[in-house]
């Protein structure tokens, strides 16, 4: 099971109120001890094999470090088995700030697996950001894309300019700010409001060379590589980036759309080319359509 945890819980601002936190958020959930489950397998591929795996996604591309930090403080606690997070260093600091803070409160909680989230090709809509140049927008909109987004991504104030000179510069008024980048996880909700179609869609791909850095560092357990399973050679490419690095982490998964039979043909086509140089676990994730990047 994976939890997409928007919108993001307010700031968190003592021991008292993680805890309090972590147990509305656990409710059905006991929290895991480490060792638990680990006979033959870590515990989080113990819990993958028994169907109970719990990994709460920050976001491929959501990037407020504070936010991350508190999401992984309180879902450690909850007993998640790993949090999937941006493939970027800030994030994944943040992410294991969390941990080891829950890990401070409750020093037997099993610490999840730090997952980073990349891509091979641009289409994946989870690798997107919002952009518009409010300065563009008709000053007295009634801005639904601030209304919609629910991450809180979008911010505009309306401000007077000019004056100085009131005959030749007279008074006007504009919107200022716009997307807040490193929250904008692009989920899509305030493309279709904008009734200026001012909001076009950013989409990206991460480096390679960062995240084979990334996967090197010991807080970070496994990756999931977004492909589209429209171009196997955009996935060996990215592979083949990630060289000898991908033998850091304990778990490599794939995620792709379930195209029906010709998926099947992708998924070797794609084991071919990990094959060599896979030496953790390997999940496949056939999410039919993406998960964070939620309207598509
Ligand atoms: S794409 Fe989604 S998260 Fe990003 S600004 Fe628009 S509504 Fe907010
Ligand atoms: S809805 Fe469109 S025009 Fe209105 S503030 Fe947002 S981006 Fe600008």
Redesign the pocket.
């Known amino acids: 099971m994976a939890v997409a945890p928007?919108p993001p819980p307010p700031l968190l601002a003592s021991h008292a109120a993680v805890r309090a936190a972590a147990s509305r958020v656990a409710a059905s959930r006991t929290i895991r001890v480490a060792g638990e489950d680990s006979h033959q397998h870590p515990p989080q591929v113990a819990a993958l094999r028994r169907g109970d795996w719990v990994k709460l996604i920050c976001g491929a591309?959501?990037e407020d470090a504070a936010d991350v930090r508190n999401l992984s403080l309180v879902y450690t606690l909850a007993g998640v088995d790993c949090i999937d997070c941006a493939a970027d260093k800030s994030v994944v600091s943040a992410v294991n700030e969390g941990i080891d803070v829950a890990a401070s409160i409750v020093p037997e909680v099993q610490r999840p697996w730090v997952m980073v989230s990349v891509n091979d090709d641009c289409r994946d809509l989870h690798f997107?950001?919002?952009e518009f140049d409010p300065e563009d927008c008709p000053p007295n909109c009634s801005k639904p894309?601030e209304k919609?987004?629910?991450?809180?991504?979008?911010s505009l104030k309306r401000v007077m300019v000019g004056g100085e000179h009131a005959q030749s510069d007279p008074i006007c008024d504009k919107l200022e700010d716009g997307?807040?980048m490193e929250?904008?996880?692009?989920?899509?909700?305030?493309?279709s409001v904008c009734p200026y179609d001012r909001?076009s869609?950013m989409s990206y791909v991460r480096d390679p060379a960062t995240t084979a850095e990334l996967l090197k560092r010991s807080d970070v357990d496994a990756i999931e590589i977004h492909t589209t399973g429209k171009g196997i050679g955009m996935f060996s490419t990215l592979w083949n980036s990630l060289g000898e690095s991908i033998n850091n982490v304990k778990l490599v998964a794939v995620s792709l759309p379930n195209a029906g039979a010709s998926t099947i043909d992708f998924m070797n086509a794609t084991y071919m080319i990990m094959k060599s140089n896979l030496e953790g676990y390997n999940l496949w994730q056939l999410d039919g359509r993406p998960m964070s990047g939620d309207?598509g």
């Open positions: 928007f591309s959501f997107r950001k919002a894309c919609v987004c629910p991450a809180d991504a979008i997307v807040i929250r904008c996880y692009g989920c899509g909700r305030c493309l909001i869609a309207i």
